[in-house]
Protein backbone atom coordinates (compact mmCIF):
# COMPACT_ATOMS: atom_id res chain seq x y z
CA UNK A 1 0.00 0.00 0.00
CA UNK A 2 2.60 2.31 0.32
CA UNK A 3 5.72 1.89 -1.99
CA UNK A 4 8.89 4.12 -1.41
CA UNK A 5 11.55 4.48 -3.87
CA UNK A 6 14.16 7.04 -5.28
CA UNK A 7 17.40 6.04 -2.47
CA UNK A 8 20.76 5.41 -3.77
CA UNK A 9 24.54 5.74 -3.43
CA UNK A 10 25.52 9.88 -3.11
CA UNK A 11 28.46 11.69 -2.08
CA UNK A 12 28.50 13.84 1.39
CA UNK A 13 27.03 17.02 -0.10
CA UNK A 14 25.08 15.63 -2.91
CA UNK A 15 20.95 15.36 -2.78
CA UNK A 16 18.21 12.86 -3.24
CA UNK A 17 14.56 12.93 -3.64
CA UNK A 18 12.60 10.06 -2.40
CA UNK A 19 9.07 9.21 -3.28
CA UNK A 20 6.70 7.39 -1.75
CA UNK A 21 3.66 6.38 -3.63
CA UNK A 22 0.66 5.23 -1.96
CA UNK A 23 -2.09 2.45 -3.73
CA UNK A 24 -4.75 0.10 -3.06
CA UNK A 25 -6.52 2.41 0.17
CA UNK A 26 -7.14 6.00 0.28
CA UNK A 27 -4.83 8.00 3.12
CA UNK A 28 -7.52 11.03 2.77
CA UNK A 29 -7.35 12.71 6.30
CA UNK A 30 -3.93 11.22 7.15
CA UNK A 31 -0.69 12.61 8.14
CA UNK A 32 2.17 10.77 6.34
CA UNK A 33 6.14 10.40 7.52
CA UNK A 34 9.36 9.46 6.86
CA UNK A 35 11.58 7.70 9.24
CA UNK A 36 14.76 5.91 8.79
CA UNK A 37 16.78 3.06 10.29
CA UNK A 38 20.16 1.75 10.76
CA UNK A 39 21.00 -1.49 11.28
CA UNK A 40 21.27 -2.18 15.16
CA UNK A 41 19.56 1.07 15.85
CA UNK A 42 15.76 1.72 16.22
CA UNK A 43 13.83 3.27 13.40
CA UNK A 44 14.06 7.08 13.83
CA UNK A 45 11.64 9.67 12.96
CA UNK A 46 12.83 12.10 9.61
CA UNK A 47 9.88 14.58 9.10
CA UNK A 48 6.02 14.19 8.95
CA UNK A 49 3.08 16.17 7.17
CA UNK A 50 -0.30 16.79 7.50
CA UNK A 51 -2.99 15.78 5.65
CA UNK A 52 -2.92 19.32 3.98
CA UNK A 53 0.39 19.83 4.45
CA UNK A 54 0.19 22.89 6.10
CA UNK A 55 2.01 21.57 9.72
CA UNK A 56 5.23 19.66 8.69
CA UNK A 57 7.84 18.71 11.88
CA UNK A 58 11.09 17.62 11.37
CA UNK A 59 14.05 15.93 13.68
CA UNK A 60 16.57 18.56 14.66
CA UNK A 61 19.57 16.90 12.51
CA UNK A 62 17.90 16.73 9.46
CA UNK A 63 16.03 20.55 9.93
CA UNK A 64 16.88 22.88 7.28
CA UNK A 65 18.17 20.07 4.99
CA UNK A 66 15.57 18.16 4.28
CA UNK A 67 11.94 19.23 2.65
CA UNK A 68 8.41 16.85 3.23
CA UNK A 69 5.95 17.31 0.43
CA UNK A 70 3.17 15.33 -1.01
CA UNK A 71 0.56 15.45 -3.36
CA UNK A 72 -3.29 14.47 -2.28
CA UNK A 73 -4.38 14.93 -6.18
CA UNK A 74 -1.66 11.94 -7.25
CA UNK A 75 -1.21 10.16 -3.59
CA UNK A 76 2.24 10.58 -3.17
CA UNK A 77 4.80 11.89 -0.61
CA UNK A 78 8.00 13.14 -1.02
CA UNK A 79 11.20 13.67 1.24
CA UNK A 80 13.83 16.07 -0.79
CA UNK A 81 17.15 16.08 0.73
CA UNK A 82 19.86 18.16 0.18
CA UNK A 83 23.41 18.57 1.58
CA UNK A 84 24.08 15.01 2.64
CA UNK A 85 26.01 13.68 4.93
CA UNK A 86 27.28 9.94 5.76
CA UNK A 87 25.34 10.03 9.17
CA UNK A 88 22.00 10.02 6.91
CA UNK A 89 23.02 6.67 5.80
CA UNK A 90 20.01 4.40 6.74
CA UNK A 91 17.11 2.67 4.71
CA UNK A 92 13.99 5.21 4.64
CA UNK A 93 10.28 4.31 4.96
CA UNK A 94 7.56 6.16 4.65
CA UNK A 95 4.25 5.82 6.90
CA UNK A 96 0.47 7.02 6.84
CA UNK A 97 -1.18 7.59 10.69
CA UNK A 98 -4.63 7.49 11.01
CA UNK A 99 -4.90 11.15 12.14
CA UNK A 100 -4.31 14.82 10.61
CA UNK A 101 -1.98 15.75 13.15
CA UNK A 102 1.82 14.87 12.15
CA UNK A 103 3.57 13.14 15.07
CA UNK A 104 7.06 11.57 15.64
CA UNK A 105 6.73 8.33 17.44
CA UNK A 106 7.31 5.61 15.55
CA UNK A 107 4.71 3.96 16.96
CA UNK A 108 1.50 6.03 16.21
CA UNK A 109 2.03 4.78 12.51
CA UNK A 110 -0.27 2.65 11.01
CA UNK A 111 0.77 1.67 7.89
CA UNK A 112 4.61 1.40 6.27
CA UNK A 113 6.16 1.25 3.31
CA UNK A 114 9.03 -1.66 2.47
CA UNK A 115 11.77 1.23 2.80
CA UNK A 116 14.53 2.16 0.22
CA UNK A 117 17.95 2.26 0.93
CA UNK A 118 20.24 5.95 1.07
CA UNK A 119 23.92 5.63 1.02
CA UNK A 120 26.15 9.00 1.77
CA UNK A 121 29.49 8.15 1.39
CA UNK A 122 32.59 10.75 2.72
Known amino acids: QLQASGGGLVQAGGSLRLSCAAS????????MGWFRQVPGKEREFVAS????????YYADSVKGRFTISRDNIENMLYLQMYSLKPEDTAVYYC?????????????????WGQGTLVTVSS
Open 49 to 56: ISWIGGTT
Open 95 to 111: AARRSNTPYYAVTSYDY
Open 24 to 31: GRTFSGYA
